[in-house]
């Protein structure tokens, strides 16, 4: 049976990866206080979180909700709703936050039934975003906000510079192919769609979302040693711990392999990509090992907001 999710958030090194870390270091937070004011929150209003995972979206804007307001986090995952109320409770915001299990596409509330609902980094792996996307809109009271911060790929999945390995032209041309058929093998199969922010503009138009507008990620995280700043520090003593925590870069898993196939990577370039990788990982731990490396990257990511007339 084909999985419903590509990614296993069961385990804690994905859990702690990409639910805590990654999404930590997208906002700035003079962006964060900016969107809140774009989103019009205030103190009493109800705010939903659709496909909440840890709660990063309600502990991150629910509080612009208080005091007075009611922050619902919706998730298809148990567990992770479980740690999304320890996350609240020992941010102060227990009291407020409720927990709901279901679908994004297929939500169990009433119509108009929150003044605003946000989506986290949830878009990209649905099958069928357009129908979470109906749904939103359908529990948002007129007026109301609409948000989904999402990816917004237009090519390779990779971006930024790094110090310790230089690619060949060829080797980042190949970089680029293996990340754009690996992201079709995902629409082909149904994993979802990394290019997703691309779309929402136009689809929330479509519905009759009004001043329908687009944000990016203004957060670039850089280390360049001796890494003296707080930030440098922070993000060195992430990039450490990440060490220990991801998969190597040459080894693919069974379900990366089957996008690649899905879309159409050669098996030769599939074996040359992974040599490739292999190099690349060595040399990146040895850099940071040795207190050498430096890099730079800003993801492509979104936020598409639009206002329910």
Same mark, same amino acid.
């Given at each position: 049976m084909r999985p419903r999710h590509p990614m296993d958030y069961s385990r804690a090194k994905t859990r702690r990866e990409v639910l805590i870390r990654q999404r930590r270091d997208i906002w700035t937070p003079e962006q964060i206080e900016s969107l809140a004011r774009h989103f019009g929150l205030k103190p009493g209003?109800?705010? *939903? /979180?659709?496909?909440?995972?840890? &709660?990063y979206?309600?502990?991150?804007? &629910?509080?612009?909700? *208080?005091? +007075?307001g009611k922050l619902t986090g919706l998730d298809r995952d148990k567990k992770l709703l479980s740690q999304a109320a320890r996350f609240c409770t020992k941010e102060g *915001?227990?009291?407020a936050a409720r927990f709901v299990i +279901? /679908?994004?596409?297929?939500?169990?509330?009433?119509?108009?039934?929150?003044?605003?609902?946000?989506?986290?980094?949830?878009?990209?792996? *649905?099958?069928?975003?357009?129908?979470?996307l109906d749904e939103m809109i359908r529990v948002t009271r007129p007026g109301g906000c609409v948000a989904v911060f999402d990816n917004a790929l237009a090519?390779?999945?990779?971006? +930024?510079?790094?110090n310790w390995r230089e690619p060949t032209v060829d080797e980042k041309l190949l970089g680029h192919e293996v990340g754009i058929r690996m992201m079709n093998g995902r629409r082909e199969l149904g994993f979802g769609d990394f290019s997703v922010g691309c779309h929402l503009p136009s689809w929330m138009e479509a519905r009759g979302l009004r001043n329908v507008g687009v944000r990016t990620n203004e957060r670039v995280v850089w280390v360049a040693p001796p890494s003296r700043s707080p930030e440098q520090g922070t993000a060195y003593r992430n990039t450490v711990e990440r060490m220990g925590e991801l998969v190597r870069w040459d080894r693919v898993s069974k379900t990366e392999a089957a996008q690649m196939r899905? &879309? +159409?990577l050669a098996r030769g370039k599939f074996d040359r990509h992974r040599r490739i990788n292999r190099l690349a990982n060595r040399a990146y731990r040895k850099a940071m090992r040795g207190r050498t490396a430096a890099y730079a990257w800003s993801a492509p990511f979104w936020c598409i907001s639009g206002f329910k007339p």
């Amino acid at each position: 049976m084909r999985p419903r999710h590509p990614m296993d958030y069961s385990r804690a090194k994905t859990r702690r990866e990409v639910l805590i870390r990654q999404r930590r270091d997208i906002w700035t937070p003079e962006q964060i206080e900016s969107l809140a004011r774009h989103f019009g929150l205030k103190p009493g209003m109800e705010l *939903l /979180d659709a496909g909440c995972g840890f &709660g990063y979206a309600m502990r991150t804007w &629910g509080r612009f909700c *208080l005091p +007075g307001g009611k922050l619902t986090g919706l998730d298809r995952d148990k567990k992770l709703l479980s740690q999304a109320a320890r996350f609240c409770t020992k941010e102060g *915001l227990g009291r407020a936050a409720r927990f709901v299990i +279901g /679908d994004v596409c297929k939500m169990p509330f009433e119509d108009n039934a929150f003044d605003a609902a946000l989506a986290h980094v949830v878009f990209c792996h *649905l099958a069928e975003p357009e129908k979470a996307l109906d749904e939103m809109i359908r529990v948002t009271r007129p007026g109301g906000c609409v948000a989904v911060f999402d990816n917004a790929l237009a090519g390779s999945a990779s971006s +930024g510079w790094t110090n310790w390995r230089e690619p060949t032209v060829d080797e980042k041309l190949l970089g680029h192919e293996v990340g754009i058929r690996m992201m079709n093998g995902r629409r082909e199969l149904g994993f979802g769609d990394f290019s997703v922010g691309c779309h929402l503009p136009s689809w929330m138009e479509a519905r009759g979302l009004r001043n329908v507008g687009v944000r990016t990620n203004e957060r670039v995280v850089w280390v360049a040693p001796p890494s003296r700043s707080p930030e440098q520090g922070t993000a060195y003593r992430n990039t450490v711990e990440r060490m220990g925590e991801l998969v190597r870069w040459d080894r693919v898993s069974k379900t990366e392999a089957a996008q690649m196939r899905a &879309g +159409g990577l050669a098996r030769g370039k599939f074996d040359r990509h992974r040599r490739i990788n292999r190099l690349a990982n060595r040399a990146y731990r040895k850099a940071m090992r040795g207190r050498t490396a430096a890099y730079a990257w800003s993801a492509p990511f979104w936020c598409i907001s639009g206002f329910k007339p």
